[in-house]
């Protein structure tokens, strides 16, 4: 089976789409839709993962950067 290529614009585009689709994610649309280092990896999992995860993943990075320092 051939899989088609999406290309990274395309990926940002459905991601986006996904965190502005659910107001649940309106608070931390910005730091979702940050240009992370993933890149691809990053939009494709965005698109994929429930509001939970993507909320609990943006708590998690937020403590994670805040211990950091």
Known sequence: MAYTKIEPETLYFKAES????DERLDSV???VLADWPEGEEHWAWVIEAT???I???VDASKQQA???R
Do not use: Q
Request: aromatic share 12%; net charge negative; glycine share 6%.
């Open 66 to 68: 805040s211990g950091s």
């Open 29 to 31: 649309r910005e730091f």
């Open 18 to 21: 996904r965190v502005c689709s």
């Open 55 to 57: 909320l609990d993943w």
């Open 51 to 53: 509001t939970e995860e």
